[in-house]
């Protein structure tokens, strides 16, 4: 059965051949009404050098963005439209529904590859973009999306569709690059300064519920030493959450990851605010540092930037915030027992369950003597 995980390594003709041919006539079975065949898992993918999984969430146009993104290496937005659009401008680079029916997709370096031979048919791409086009049947019954990707070089532009290559059984689809205009000149196309300016970025801050008190936020400093988080998360999950907050709406962010420190990204994602990336964490150590990277971020007002950085101490207990958890700490929780908490104690709510009480004096009176270092 197919598997959209990831290959390193160019594929032969021979096997993509057979694995194309191998998954039409899967699809033909399964598409004879009565079949009582079901797939266990849902399973969406984008053909490129490598292929890339999407897991079992069909798509849209960010998702598609992010994939093609990923495997350029080239900064990809979503629009709505694309002036002068026309996929089939002759003489067409490729098309998969015509002999000799081969499949293309991305490859990283700004390159769009026949992936049947491995041979590169565009290079050079510096930007792209990519607009939702409407959506097809396809032949395991699967509603399926279509894109219009523009994809540019420094001087010209290409016109691609993006379309389901194959599928195999109901909710598992490949999308590729189906048909790829011949290039045109750039001159009548709006470029962005090849040099874009950087996104800015306004603040970084640790947020977690206290109960019904609301949300509170430790502010992550963007420069000197890092804001120190000091309440305690779930004891086996050290689940934290940063939110990045830009002066601008955002396009897109490739990914997040931990650049140093221990503990790893569970997910991300653009806000409810566009202005906002939200990184959830798991397995957080105490008495660190944790740097979190977003690469290329690109906003709406066409800045982008490679890499944009949060550093958050963490050391619970420390509701001083001053690298180590003392006496005086524990002395600071106990004098807002009882109290509601407010923007202003909030950290002493060190369990944050909206409650300042004895569990909170006891998590202080247990991490003394521990310290992060500045
Ligand atoms: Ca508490």
């Known amino acids: 059965m197919f598997s959209p995980a990831s290959t390193t390594s160019p594929r032969t003709v021979k096997s993509r051949l057979a694995r194309q041919f191998g998954l039409y006539c899967l699809s033909l079975v399964l598409a004879i009404p009565g079949s009582a065949q079901t797939f266990q898992t849902a399973s969406y993918a984008l053909d490129g050098d ?10 849209d146009e960010f998702a598609m963005a992010a994939a093609i993104q990923a495997r350029l290496g080239v900064a990809v937005s979503v629009v709505t439209s694309l002036p002068n659009e ?30 049947n031979i491995n041979y590169p048919v565009v290079t050079g791409i510096t930007q792209a973009s990519i607009r939702f086009a409407g959506t097809e049947l396809d032949f395991c019954g699967d509603v399926v999306d279509r ?11 290409y016109d691609v569709l993006v379309r389901y290559a194959t ?39 640790s947020r977690k519920m206290h109960g019904a008190a609301g949300p509170f936020d430790v502010n992550l400093p963007l420069l000197g030493p890092p804001g120190i988080e000091c309440r305690r998360t779930n004891v086996t999950s050290g689940d934290y959450t940063i939110v990045f907050t830009f002066s601008e709406t955002l396009n897109s962010v490739s990914d997040a ?21 939200i990184v959830n964490l798991a397995n957080v150590a105490n008495d660190q540092t944790i740097v979190v ?15 944009v950085d949060a550093s958050m101490s963490v050391l619970i207990g420390d509701v001083t915030a001053n690298g180590k958890v003392t006496s005086a700490d524990v002395k600071q929780v106990k004098a807002q027992v009882g109290h509601v908490v407010t923007m202003f104690n909030f950290r002493d709510d060190l369990n944050h369950d909206g409650f300042i009480d004895s569990f909170d004096v006891s998590i ?6 521990t310290a992060v270092a500045r």
């Open 167 to 205: 599928c195999s059984g109901p909710a598992n689809v490949l999308w590729s690059f189906y048909e790829i205009s011949a290039p045109r000149p750039l001159l009548d196309v709006v470029t962005p300064s090849p040099t874009p300016k950087p996104v800015r970025l306004v603040s970084a801050v």
């Open 86 to 115: 026309n996929v089939g401008f002759a003489p067409v680079m490729a098309n998969s529904g015509t002999t000799p029916f081969h499949v293309y997709g991305p490859s990283f370096g700004g390159v769009i590859k026949d992936l």
């Open 257 to 277: 990851i931990v650049l140093s420190g221990i503990g790893r990204v569970r997910d991300s994602g653009i806000g409810a605010d566009p202005h906002q990336y």
């Open 147 to 157: 894109f219009i990707l523009r994809v540019s070089t420094t001087t010209q532009f």
């Open 50 to 59: 490598p292929s890339f999984s999407f897991g079992a969430t069909a798509p």
């Open 364 to 369: 202080a009176q247990n991490h003394k003597g």
């Open 293 to 307: 990277r977003l690469e290329f971020v690109q906003d709406s007002e066409g800045h982008a930037s490679p890499a």
